[in-house]
């Protein structure tokens, strides 16, 4: 049984005549009065034993905008059900009206929708929805939580998504690039054409040479069906905020947008989040399918307050790709000891494949190394300076070992990845 506000308000009332005539009878008569109303008011009050609810399948919704929740209340009782429906929605779900009037007639159903704007990305539940059956007066009510769970997977925003368009245009440019712009193997042959001043003579085709009585050379665009491998680090570094973010969202811009440009090059495209164990997989199985598994495998991650297992890598990779592929190390520069972890695993995988190590950098280090107006400021300047110098160190040791390192601010790190993906191409050496 639920008391209402009326109620109170009217026991406060009976209580005004005890201040101004005194004696135990009126108090006695007045809480009497009350109490009956109340416990008529409950009678007549609509049961909610032979009430059930409904949800629809869960549904799944891009962090930032908007979602409706839906539930169906089934009245099955002899008497209407007049009273409030609250959803038990958690805070980050941002419901907007989690309480709802409801007035079910007797033997039908009513459908009552609430409206989220969730505010952080991940599975969202709700498990269950409390009613309540006010009589006609609305001093009291019947009250009863029914179990109805319900979910909503809110997916990564993908803003990095206005990229895309333009590293596309690059992308088909490369296509009609001839064999001297890309050099190196792993390229397919396109057509042929006359020789010009400057052509690598490797490229001439003798055959159709001696056919048409004029020197013929091959022209070749990049070769498609290539592996593009993404790994995700999802250890303690990845929980850090750098601008509005977690460097583990924005590793999760970057690969949403290298993803699904590499699959519209026409490579093969595999992701997996690691620390100690897998946390996500997702492949593209069939063109145009890869955004869709990806924000799919990445809504739930978290990151993990422990250390990545980099000597696992590099057997992570090799169950994914036996071949020469393209492999994407999204990680932090800032980690404890690289020389015992992302050093040796990175030579390691640089023995076989082309690696890539595309790492967040703070903005504010920046400005605290410009900002010395005072000692404070001085100290700042100094430790932020230490900060890229160490940064800087352990980029030009990665590439001393053929690695590629992208070193850039959140904003920056999703474009500045695609387009090492497509000079990488461009070369020849995917």
Same mark, same amino acid.
């Given at each position: 049984?639920?008391?209402?506000?009326?109620f109170? %308000?009217?026991?406060l009332?009976?209580?005004?005549?005890?201040?101004?005539?005194?004696?135990?009878?009126?108090?006695?008569?007045?809480?009497?009065?009350?109490?009956?109303?109340?416990?008529?008011?409950?009678?007549?009050?609509? +049961?909610?034993?032979?009430?059930?609810?409904v949800?629809?399948?869960?549904e799944?919704?891009?962090?930032n905008?908007?979602?409706?929740?839906? @539930?169906?209340?089934?009245?099955?009782?002899?008497?209407a059900?007049?009273?409030?429906?609250?959803?038990?929605w958690?805070? +980050?779900?941002?419901?907007?009206?989690?309480?709802?009037d409801?007035?079910?007639?007797?033997?039908?159903?009513?459908?009552?929708?609430?409206?989220?704007?969730?505010?952080?990305?991940?599975?969202?539940? #709700?498990?269950?929805?409390?009613?309540?059956? @006010?009589?006609?007066?609305r001093?009291a009510?019947?009250q009863r939580?029914?179990?109805?769970?319900?979910s909503?997977?809110v997916?990564?925003?993908?803003?990095?998504r206005?990229?895309?368009?333009?590293k596309?245009?690059?992308?088909?440019?490369?296509?009609?690039?001839?064999?001297v712009?890309?050099?190196?193997?792993?390229?397919?042959?396109?057509?042929?054409?006359?020789?010009?001043?400057g052509?690598?003579?490797?490229? *001439?085709?003798?055959?159709? #040479?001696?056919?048409r009585?004029a =020197? =013929?050379v091959?022209?070749?665009?990049?070769?498609?069906?290539?592996?593009?491998?993404?790994?995700?680090?999802?250890?303690?570094?990845?929980?850090?905020r750098?601008?509005?973010?977690?460097?583990?969202?924005?590793?999760?811009e970057?690969? !949403?947008?290298?993803? =699904?440009?590499?699959?519209?090059?026409?490579?093969?495209?595999?992701?997996?989040? @690691?620390?100690r164990?897998?946390?996500?997989?997702?492949?593209?199985?069939?063109?145009?399918? *890869?955004?869709?598994? !990806?924000?799919?495998?990445?809504?739930?991650?978290? %990151?993990?307050?422990?250390?990545?297992?980099?000597?696992?890598?590099?057997?992570?990779?090799? %169950?994914? +790709?036996?071949?020469?592929?393209?492999?994407?190390?999204l990680?932090?520069?800032d980690?404890?000891?690289?020389?015992?972890?992302?050093?040796?695993?990175?030579?390691?995988? /640089?023995?076989?494949?082309?690696?890539v190590?595309?790492?967040?950098r703070?903005?504010?280090?920046?400005?605290?190394?410009?900002?010395r107006?005072?000692a404070? $400021?001085?100290?700042?300047? /100094?430790?932020?300076?230490?900060? !890229? !110098?160490?940064?800087?160190?352990?980029?030009?040791?990665l590439r001393?070992?053929?690695?590629?390192?992208?070193?850039?601010?959140?904003?920056e790190?999703?474009?500045?990845?695609?387009?090492?993906?497509?000079?990488?191409?461009?070369? $020849?050496?995917?």
């Amino acid at each position: 049984m639920a008391i209402s506000g009326r109620f109170v %308000a009217l026991v406060l009332l009976g209580l005004v005549p005890v201040l101004l005539v005194p004696g135990w009878l009126t108090v006695l008569a007045t809480v009497a009065l009350l109490a009956a109303l109340a416990c008529t008011d409950l009678v007549f009050a609509g +049961s909610l034993r032979r009430i059930s609810l409904v949800r629809p399948a869960p549904e799944n919704v891009t962090l930032n905008n908007q979602a409706n929740a839906v @539930f169906t209340v089934r009245n099955d009782g002899s008497r209407a059900l007049r009273g409030s429906a609250r959803d038990g929605w958690q805070p +980050s779900a941002g419901a907007r009206n989690p309480v709802q009037d409801i007035d079910v007639p007797a033997g039908e159903s009513r459908r009552y929708t609430v409206r989220l704007q969730p505010v952080r990305r991940g599975d969202l539940t #709700t498990p269950h929805v409390t009613l309540r059956s @006010f009589g006609p007066l609305r001093l009291a009510a019947r009250q009863r939580t029914i179990d109805c769970p319900g979910s909503l997977r809110v997916l990564p925003p993908f803003h990095s998504r206005r990229h895309l368009p333009s590293k596309l245009r690059k992308l088909r440019e490369l296509d009609g690039k001839a064999a001297v712009q890309i050099r190196g193997a792993g390229t397919e042959f396109d057509s042929l054409r006359d020789y010009v001043r400057g052509d690598d003579v490797r490229s *001439i085709d003798w055959r159709a #040479t001696a056919r048409r009585s004029a =020197v =013929v050379v091959r022209t070749w665009r990049p070769e498609r069906d290539r592996r593009v491998v993404m790994v995700l680090d999802t250890s303690r570094t990845s929980a850090a905020r750098i601008g509005d973010e977690t460097r583990l969202d924005t590793g999760m811009e970057a690969a !949403l947008l290298l993803g =699904v440009l590499a699959e519209r090059g026409g490579d093969r495209v595999d992701f997996v989040a @690691f620390d100690r164990r897998t946390r996500a997989r997702a492949a593209s199985a069939g063109q145009g399918n *890869i955004l869709g598994r !990806l924000v799919q495998a990445m809504a739930p991650l978290e %990151a993990e307050l422990i250390e990545i297992d980099w000597p696992a890598v590099p057997a992570q990779v090799r %169950a994914l +790709s036996a071949h020469r592929s393209l492999v994407v190390l999204l990680t932090s520069l800032d980690g404890g000891a690289p020389e015992e972890g992302l050093l040796p695993a990175a030579e390691r995988l /640089a023995s076989q494949h082309v690696v890539v190590v595309a790492a967040v950098r703070d903005p504010q280090l920046g400005t605290m190394l410009h900002d010395r107006s005072d000692a404070t $400021g001085v100290f700042r300047a /100094a430790a932020a300076e230490r900060a !890229l !110098l160490q940064r800087a160190a352990l980029t030009a040791e990665l590439r001393r070992h053929g690695v590629e390192v992208v070193d850039a601010e959140p904003h920056e790190l999703p474009p500045r990845l695609a387009d090492m993906y497509i000079r990488l191409k461009a070369a $020849g050496r995917l």
